[in-house]
């Protein structure tokens, strides 16, 4: 599980854009007040609101017939909680890894929000965290087991 990075409902995505960038992540997990995951706003949705015609007309900066040039005008959706699309998988904290396996392949998301008491988002298991997980359990010559810690990165 690793720590997701968020965003507060309502903050601007310019703001939300800065974290995503900072952080060098690919998506934003949106929590209301009470930290419960909200939504989650993607790069993907992201450049698909803010230059589909760009897109389509394939165009790219200093192209002939494109005077607007680079950066990209303001999308019209101003918040994040515009764009962002509803979280689909959700894993109580105490999952397994077969659980979570089981949630992702059967919600078709690479990823689970893991939420703890109260409903508050304390991490989010990848595709990704699973596998490094599974082949470092069977490069250390143990069996991955569902229920079995992952072992940490750089451990």
Known sequence: M???????????IR????????????EIIVVDDARRPVGVFAGERIAAEWCPQRVERGSSPGEEGDPEGWPLPAPTPSRVDELMVPVRA?????????????????SGCSRAAV???NGRLVGV????SVLFWVARAV?????????????RRGA
């Open 115 to 117: 939420i703890g008491e």
């Open 15 to 26: 703001a939300a854009l800065a974290e995503l960038s900072e952080a060098g992540g690919k």
């Open 139 to 151: 490069g250390s010559g143990r069996e991955p087991r569902a229920g079995q810690s992952p072992p």
């Open 2 to 12: 690793t720590r997701p990075v968020t965003v507060p409902s309502g903050v601007g």
């Open 90 to 106: 959700r894993l109580a904290a105490g999952a397994s890894i077969a659980e979570a396996c089981a949630l992702m392949a059967s």
């Open 125 to 128: 298991v990848t595709a990704g």
